[in-house]
């Protein structure tokens, strides 16, 4: 077994392996980039070196900084983790060349799995099933654009070398090819440094079904049993499960299968998934091997009880896999959620901020050892309260995983769990998560990739909140913070609201972020009786002040709530009965309720860099029309306009940075 590892990875993901490399012994070494500094997988590392500015570009894509890095520290392997140089066939060499060995597969099995076209043909000869398409090396556009319209639509354009679901397009119809193509190249390109394309069949109403497999170089195979990870927004995944819910016990064996001969098949070596297309009469398809460990690895291991970063390791050190085929035991049922900093009704457009405070469920950071014991409840995170997200890598910020002895206990665990996630700063899709959580299909495992197009309507309804028990924890805190007395409390340590043989009134101001209505309060105090006055009702208001980690107890009528509230400044975030809501404190002496202006002011969604300008100034547009193409965390966002208009000016030109809710153009809006 190696005594020292470097970690060519942030994140999660690094945290992850730096976990288990502390339970077996071996030292570890973390890189990190100039945005990076202070991060978690740093201090989570025995030691670290800095190899770079902000962007992936100057740091973790840095295959030279890498490789120097780790002999320096005079590591004996290096971890590629996922993303960044994980499945990069040059990395894997370079980590050779230097006398390091690479936890991953072979040379050949990433130059072979990394086209998605020579990967299918080579599950083709290997007799592994494959969905029709087009997966040749001719691609000039026409020739797509043929292949396309024999194929059939709708059809998906995939980047060959792509994953996580960049550069990828669904096209509906053939007169909407050769602006899907374009985008979809131009991702590809900026992505994965590779434009080129394949086009399949795109199924109607599939399953994304994938089967985590292990090999050793000396000759063992096996498959440690399925996963199903086909919510998704975007082509990239948002829930995942294992095993796969409602599949046959032969389904699951067949998949099973054809995983291990498609690793076979490529002489694989270490951990790789092997994903499936599935359609509703049960015949699934190959769509792609991941040469590395998946993000979603955890609910593999929570129904194993197996750390399969510990089997990364000792594969790699050349040991043989800790267990056959038949040892290999199934447990229960495990769930993993995301946890990103996005804009769920924003189009999952991501966020950016500072995470002014986080709070995670009761759980456990890592919860495998040589026992093989699992916890309830484990969160895997990259990140701290304090902590900034930026726009330079993906806006995780943690993995909630949850394990139950059947689906059912599982998803209840989820949904107690999900409503335990507290987060101040940037926007996250944690109410987004409730929500599919509590959706019949996905409670019933009517499950498919477009689950939430499906059902978008009543996952994003407005929502029910308990307004007026958040509103009595706000008016506790404000009421704290201005030196107030809570109820019981001795009235000399009050700096106001209590008055000698007198009662006191004050008026409160508050504007609800949720839906931007601005209303007012009434505090009244008349001997030992507080009470509030909103809408026009008026109910006896008793609270105590924070008792800890923000906390607060209130009564009002006849309703008693906990909860937390985080005071940001003149906001108030209240965390009561699994919900979130938040109030702005209106000072009425100091200020009024702002507003906003701007109709013709076209700003940004999230911060980015624009990749393309689609109109010039004069340009005469309709209402949607594309005008500026932004890239954020390598997807691309198309804006469109607001309305009818003429374009009086564009602000910002092709490669320029912008920040979140910059103005980018004028748009002189016609008149109705």
């Not at 500015?53 to 900084?65: C, D, F, K």
């Not at 995939?158 to 979809?184: I, N, P, Y």
């Not at 095993?243 to 046959?248: I, V």
């Not at 890592?366 to 990259?382: C, M, P, Y």
Request: glycine residues 10%; proline residues 4%; contains cysteine.
């Amino acid at each position: 077994m190696f005594n020292k590892i470097l970690i060519a990875n942030r994140g999660e993901i690094a945290c992850r392996v730096a976990a288990t490399c502390k339970r077996l012994g071996i030292a570890s070494v973390a890189v990190y980039s100039d945005a990076d500094a202070n991060a978690k997988h740093v201090a989570a590392c025995d030691e670290a070196v800095h190899i770079g500015g902000s962007t992936a570009a100057e740091s973790y894509l840095r295959v030279e900084r890498i490789i120097e890095a780790a002999r320096a520290t005079g590591a004996q392997a290096v971890h590629p983790g996922y993303g960044f140089l994980s499945e990069n066939e040059d990395f894997a060499k370079a980590c050779e060349a230097a006398g390091l060995v690479f936890i991953g597969p072979p040379v050949e099995a990433i130059a072979a799995m990394g086209s998605k076209a020579a990967a299918k043909a080579l599950m083709h000869e290997a007799a592994v099933p494959l969905v029709p398409g087009y997966h040749g090396d001719d691609q000039d556009p026409q020739l797509l654009h043929r292949e396309a319209d024999a194929i059939g639509y709708p059809v998906l354009l995939k980047a060959s070398a792509g994953g996580g679901g960049k550069g990828m397009r669904v096209v509906e119809r053939s007169e909407d090819f050769a602006a899907a193509l374009a985008s979809c190249k131009r991702e590809a390109a900026s992505s994965f440094g590779n434009d080129r394309v394949l086009i399949e069949k795109y199924l109607t109403r599939p399953r994304h079904v994938e089967v985590q497999v292990f090999a050793d170089r000396h000759g063992g195979a096996v498959y440690l049993f399925d996963r199903d990870c086909s919510v998704q927004r975007r082509h990239q995944k948002v829930l995942e499960e294992a095993p796969a819910p409602g599949l046959s016990a032969e389904i699951k064996r067949e998949m099973g299968e054809a995983a291990v001969a498609a690793a076979r098949a490529v002489n694989y070596v270490g951990a790789g998934t092997v994903e499936f297309i599935m359609t509703g009469t049960g015949h699934f398809y190959f769509m792609e091997m991941n040469t590395r460990l998946q993000v979603e690895h955890p609910v593999t291991e929570m129904v194993t009880g197996q750390d399969l970063v510990e089997w990364q390791l000792r594969v790699a050190a050349d040991e043989p896999l800790p267990l056959t085929q038949e040892q290999i035991k199934l447990d229960g049922h495990a769930i993993e959620a995301r946890i990103y900093a996005e804009h769920p009704a924003r189009g999952f457009l991501p966020s950016t901020g500072t995470l002014k405070y986080l709070r995670m469920p009761q759980g456990v950071e890592f919860v495998l050892g040589e026992s093989g014991r699992k916890a309830a409840v484990r969160i895997d995170s990259g990140v701290r309260e304090g902590d900034t997200i930026t726009p330079f890598y993906d806006p995780m910020i943690a993995k909630l995983i949850v394990h139950g002895a059947t689906r059912e206990e599982a998803l209840a665990r989820m949904s107690r769990a999900l409503r335990a996630c507290e987060v101040v700063g940037p926007h996250t899709n944690v109410e987004f998560l409730q929500r599919i959580v509590a959706s019949e299909p996905f409670a019933t495992g009517d499950l498919d990739t477009g689950l939430i197009e499906r059902h978008h309507d009543a996952l994003f309804a407005p929502l029910k909140k308990p307004f007026k028990e958040a509103l009595a924890l706000a008016c506790a805190a404000l009421l704290t913070r201005e030196g107030g007395t809570a109820h019981g409390a001795s009235p000399w340590d009050a700096l106001s609201h209590w008055r000698l043989n007198s009662g006191y009134t004050q008026t409160l101001g508050w504007r609800n972020l949720d839906d931007e209505s601005v209303f007012t309060v009434s505090f009244a105090r008349d001997g030992a009786t507080q009470t509030l006055e909103h809408d026009g009702m008026r109910e006896e208001f008793t609270w105590s002040a924070a008792t800890g980690d923000h906390e607060y107890r209130a009564t009002i009528g006849d309703a008693r709530v906990t909860g937390r509230v985080f005071v940001d400044g003149d906001t108030f975030h209240v965390f009561c009965l699994g919900e979130t809501l938040a109030f702005e404190w209106q000072n009425l002496l100091a200020h009024a309720a702002d507003t906003e202006g701007g109709e013709g002011r076209l700003t940004a969604p999230m911060p980015g860099k624009v990749i393309a300008v689609l109109v010039e100034p004069g340009a005469v547009v309709e209402k949607g029309t594309p005008l500026i193409v932004m890239e954020a965390m390598k997807m691309e966002h198309t804006i469109g306009a607001p309305a009818a208009g003429t374009v009086a000016e564009v602000l910002y030109a092709v490669g320029d940075q912008v920040a979140d809710g910059a103005q980018l153009l004028v748009l002189d809006v016609k008149s109705a």
